[in-house]
């Protein structure tokens, strides 16, 4: 089968490494595109894809490919699909369309007639048809339109896969595990030092990290959408699932979190707990303007940090009510530069990865970053910056300024 396996722009070759170590596959098996991964694989391999990645958004199965100029193109694309031989009548669907560059005027008639082709076909050939259901549907259906081509998919995932099943306890704008993992992939963090994120707020980064260190495979509390289709074989998924459990292991390193809102420390240990590693990973309250290393040896900071309004809830112990007034740019220069310097007095050693939509984070934080990661959180551009901390100075290892 063809396969796409969609991400978060930015993330295309992290997630080509991690199929590429799941699956084997490499070469013209497996292509990066843009937002994502093409890859030639077998059902069972997209079931293991659907359990193990932790970049992939989705598993989606090409059923169709083909040019078009119209919807009555689209419908004539769609018909031809074999739908029976993924799902039954009686079962409700829903179709879900992306576009780029589209020429069509409507994209909702162009659903329309992709979900019509989708029913007729049944009709003819079954006598009767499936039921749309565009709230909790059985089959998700998905359509992309090009400029003048459009590609067909089965989604063989159903909810989307950074919904692990463990985060019901969340806070303000949480970061999807998807790009949590994204952030660890491009530390290259590898469960051989500590992990420590002081922005912790629900946990999602600092119990990612937990799950990668204990070999825990991130769909193992969910439940996916090929369960519900045809091709679905209960006892190979049984027997792949305990092929994961087997493979766990205690985290060989200390994985720590803190938040200066003691709430958002219940919440994280409380999807600790659901995730499986609440043994694994410590979670503290405090001030990240104040908290000290939480183990001697150096390690990786992975941090999300606040903006904006969030700032204050970060903690910026003693600040008068003039101070909250200042201009939005001016809190943020002040909060990151004092976090840069309590960094560089107790984090010596340490390599600290921010993600950020903030270009200018390194001058506000003083530092000169050793590397970028461009990244996109949802629709923002972001950056994760790399500093490696040297006491009592701006500059980094290897003497640059």
Not at 75 to 90: C, D, I, K, M, S
Not at 179 to 207: H, K, N, Q, R
Not at 355 to 382: A, F, H
Request: glycine fraction near 8%; charge should be positive; proline fraction near 6%.
């Amino acid at each position: 089968m063809t396969l796409f396996l969609p991400c978060a722009a930015g993330v295309e070759g992290f997630l080509a490494d991690e199929v590429h170590r799941l699956t084997g596959l490499a070469g013209d098996d497996l292509l990066v595109g843009r937002a994502g991964v093409l890859l030639r694989a077998g059902w069972d391999q997209a079931l293991r894809l659907n359990l193990h990645s932790r970049l992939a958004q989705r598993v989606l199965v090409q059923v169709a490919h083909g040019p078009y100029r119209n919807e009555a193109d689209l419908y004539e694309l769609a018909h031809g699909v074999a739908w029976e031989t993924w799902f039954q009548a009686r079962q409700r669907f829903k179709v879900e369309l992306t576009a780029q560059h589209s020429p069509l005027k409507s994209l909702n008639f162009a659903t329309l007639k992709v979900k019509d082709a989708v029913v007729d076909r049944f009709r003819e050939r079954a006598g009767t048809r499936p039921d749309v259901d565009t709230q909790r549907p059985d089959v998700r259906l998905h359509a992309h339109l090009g400029p003048a081509e459009a590609t067909l998919y089965v989604d063989t995932s159903g909810e989307p896969l950074f919904k692990r099943g463990w985060r019901e306890d969340k806070g303000e704008a949480p970061l999807k595990e998807t790009l949590a993992a994204a952030m660890l992939a491009a530390s290259g963090w590898d469960a051989e030092v500590p992990l420590y994120d002081p922005f912790c707020g629900s946990g999602t980064i600092a119990i990612e990290a937990a799950q990668l260190a204990c070999r825990i495979a991130p769909g193992s509390r969910r439940r996916f959408g090929f369960e519900r289709l045809l091709p679905f074989e209960a006892s190979a998924w049984t027997q792949l699932k305990a092929e994961a459990e087997q493979m766990q292991r205690p985290s060989p390193v200390p994985i720590h979190g803190s938040d200066v809102a003691f709430r958002m420390v219940d919440f994280a240990n409380r999807n600790a707990e659901r995730a499986g590693v609440a043994g694994m990973v410590q979670f503290r309250g405090g001030d990240a303007l104040q908290r000290l290393p939480p183990v001697q040896e150096p390690g990786v900071m992975l941090v999300n940090p606040p903006y904006g309004e969030r700032i204050e809830s970060a903690g910026f112990a003693g600040r008068s009510q003039a101070g909250r007034e200042r201009a939005q740019t001016d809190e943020a220069g002040d909060f990151f530069a004092a976090l840069a310097a309590h960094w560089k007095k107790n984090y010596a050693g340490w390599t600290a990865y921010v993600l950020t939509p903030d270009l200018k984070l390194p001058t506000r934080m003083r530092l000169k970053e050793s590397r970028r990661v461009p990244m996109w959180n949802g629709p923002i551009e972001c950056r994760l910056f790399r500093f490696d901390m040297v006491a009592g100075s701006a500059r980094v290892r290897g003497g640059h300024a």
